[in-house]
């Protein structure tokens, strides 16, 4: 199974839902889409999943495919899945700014996510995924202490905008 989530950010994810749209997984597909309005044929669609049962998806599924949100990152790699990431682009009106293209590109250096920037380029990932080497989580502090650093600079950033 393939689950596909945009989280729970109020814009909608158009642009990364348009792939599944356009050419349609050969297995199952699963599609938390929030406020978009595509609906993938043949996807079981959800407007939003209770957090347990998202876990519960996430076990399931053989790929997960989703925006470079922390809160979803994280909650894919604590189930054993590393995802597959599309960041949001503030230029789409998806998001304020563009902090998901860097967070998206730290982890992937890191090896923890496959970043995808370009949504068209989804099916590519998909196949590699089934080749990609085991999840395997452990203790890293300075990950985790860059993570808070950069949680914390965008919260204060945010803080600091005329209106926010």
């Known amino acids: ?21 356009a050419s349609p997984p050969e297995e199952e597909l699963l599609v938390q889409h929030g406020p978009s309005s595509i609906r993938p044929p043949g996807a079981t669609c959800v407007d ?9 998806a996430i076990r ?30 503030r230029r789409f009106g998806e998001a304020v700014d563009d902090h998901q293209v860097e967070l ?13 920037e370009r949504p068209e380029d989804i099916g590519a990932a998909l196949d590699a995924t089934t080749s990609a080497r085991p999840l395997e989580l452990g203790p890293d502090r300075r990950l985790v202490a860059e993570l808070v ?16």
Request: aromatic residues 6%.
């Open 60 to 89: 399931r599924a053989r790929v997960v495919v989703t925006h470079a949100g922390v809160g979803s990152i994280m909650t894919a790699l604590a189930n054993g899945n590393r995802p597959v990431v599309v960041p949001r682009l």
């Open 104 to 116: 998206g590109h730290r982890l992937h250096e890191e090896g923890l996510v496959t970043l995808v």
């Open 1 to 21: 199974m393939i689950l596909v989530t945009v989280g729970t950010n109020e814009a909608p994810f158009d642009r990364l839902l348009h792939v599944f749209e």
């Open 48 to 56: 939003y999943l209770p957090y347990d049962e998202l876990a519960e």
């Open 149 to 164: 650093d950069f949680v914390q600079a965008h919260s204060r950033a945010q803080h600091l905008r005329p209106g926010a």
